[in-house]
């Protein structure tokens, strides 16, 4: 299933262990300060990066996630 939303909706389909790629797009701004891209607690180590391209100025990361230990 493929969705598109913000990083509370990427948190509940992790939260309820639905969750297995992410794809994030980024573009060439700069910003000061702002909000984390998951406000939930995805760590870095369930994270595995798995291609990088370029749409135009954008870059399109995709990562396979993994399930925490202990689900």
Known sequence: MWLMGGGDLVGQFDDAGLLDRVVVSIAPVTLGAGAPLL?????????????????????????????????
Request: no cysteine; hydrophobic share 30%; glycine share 6%.
């Open 39 to 71: 406000p939930r607690d995805i760590r870095s180590d369930r994270l595995r990066l798995t291609a990088v391209k370029q749409a135009g100025q954008f870059a399109e990361l995709h990562y396979d996630v993994t399930s925490p230990s202990g689900r």
